[in-house]
């Protein structure tokens, strides 16, 4: 903040990885996400007008100015719309300066935008004493998400954002919010989570992702639940006749990816990662066959890690490109690496990047002077 003042309060969000359970946070399902190391931090200061300012570390020429009368949802804009989103979802009525320092990668469907939202409200919540807890924060930033940004996105990103802990997986329950911690050490039974960036950027806007939805959605409908947390699979073989295909085979996808989500919970525990490897590539084919969000280089990245001996693969996030995982023997980590590198290149893709991170903290608050 050079030519800004110092800041009164400093937050940070991370990003993260959907170890199993896609595609489910609408339909009221369970979720098995962790928080990844890389984060987005927020540094914030009251303004005495009402005035607000926002900027970002990575590009310090453009300052976006306006004030707190002109929020207006659904508006034109670029990144900073997240921002302004958060603002105006927890309804802040004093001025603000914020400027973005955002480390987690971008279009990489490792939810850079989800650290960014939670990031901006925790600070927030902190300079102007608002006392939300972190299901609030966590319903507030899908809000701003949703119908300022115009997003259709679920709960999973901004729950884990928020209410991640170090060393575990979240099991989140997308009815209500409640969470479990469920520890996730691979590295003491020599393992590692590689995540593949197919680096083909997706949009959750672009339609896809809400298509799916909606399928979900009338076929709850048609079925008489609620949601498809509310179906059984005997329920939706029984009900076939009476939705589309689309329906069924989305619904189907949904009703098994919600049991492989409760079987992974049980392999997890058990440090079963032979079993829970094969789970995951269930969920992989679930996705790319029934929710068809998959994509050739998601596939490419996914097939070629099986091929290299990983114990279990799939893509990750909305889907239709971003990343996939693969959970991989440590020693192996390098060789798969290489492989999946050949992999894109024969096939004319462009070169994937890599990632692993161990489950890391979930958002907080790293400097409060807000009292001074
Ligand atoms: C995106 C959305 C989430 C979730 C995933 C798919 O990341 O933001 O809410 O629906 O896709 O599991």
Redesign the pocket.
Known sequence: MSDWLEPHVIASAPGRV?LI??????SQGF?LPFAIADRTTAKLRKRSDDHIRIRSVQRPDAVVSTSLSELKPLGSGDWERYVLGVIWSLKIDEGVDIEIDGRVPLGA?L?SS?ALECAVAVGLNQLFDLNLNKKELALLTQKAENDYVGVP?????QSVSLMAESGSALLLDCRDLTTTLIPFDLAASDLELLVIDTQVHHA?VDGG?AERRGNCESAAQKMGVVSMRDLSSQHLHESKDLLTDHEFLRARHAVTEIARVATAVELLKAKDFVELGRIITASHNSLRDDYEVSCPELNCAVDTALAHGALGARMV??GFGGSAIALVARDHIAAMQSAIARAFDSAGFTTPRFFTSLPSDGARVELDHSAI
């Open positions: 959907n359970g896609e595609h489910i946070d609408f979720v469907g939810s989800a996105c679920g709960i999973m990103d959750l992702y996030g909305g």
